[in-house]
């Protein structure tokens, strides 16, 4: 298990999403993200040697753009390694508005991940399941009940080769 920096994704349209993150975002705590991207528990001190900044001025900077909702510092896991056994990615067709059945599926402990798309789904979201029982039982009795569900395809994670939150901030 390892710490990372995981840059929000965020919904709102006011956000940086689709223009550049320095339009909202200085440079310095671009220069502040990228280091603990590389390591979610570098120092505060070490941080503000790298950008120019005194500690104190680092961890008041992390602060607000964690209350910001800007990034989260969180230990990513192998899912595999913590009893989780099934992982999915699920392409979901509905009828009508897609919001309610997309806060319908952030509510599920499962959902790790729910992106509105175009194209062939209306919704993509990844499920991280104990077993194939358990991916079933989600995907049959919970996602495909939801109102509006029309079809659903899913995709078995057969095996996980990369998963990276290093996408700097470009």
Not at 49 to 70: F, H, M, N, P, T
Not at 146 to 153: A, C, K, M
């Amino acid at each position: 298990m390892h710490s990372e920096l995981v840059a929000s994704r965020s919904a709102d349209p006011s956000s940086s999403r689709g223009g550049s993150p320095s339009s909202s975002i200085d440079a310095v705590s671009l220069a502040i993200i990228e280091q603990l991207q590389e390591d979610g528990r570098r120092p505060y001190a070490a941080i503000g040697k790298a950008v120019g900044l005194s500690e104190a001025a680092v961890r008041q900077r992390v602060q607000k753009l964690l209350d910001q909702g800007v990034m989260q510092i969180v230990a990513v896991t192998d899912p595999l390694t913590v009893g989780f056994r099934r992982q999915a990615m699920v392409g979901i067709t509905v009828e009508g508005d897609l919001d309610p059945v997309a806060d319908a599926l952030t509510a599920m402990s499962e959902v790790e991940y729910v992106v509105m798309t175009a194209g062939s789904y209306d919704l993509l979201v990844e499920i991280v399941c104990e077993d194939d029982d358990h991916l079933l039982e989600v995907i049959n009795k919970r996602i495909r009940a939801l109102p509006g569900v029309r079809s659903t395809e899913s995709f078995v994670y057969l095996k996980l080769k990369k998963q990276t939150y290093m996408w700097g901030t470009r």
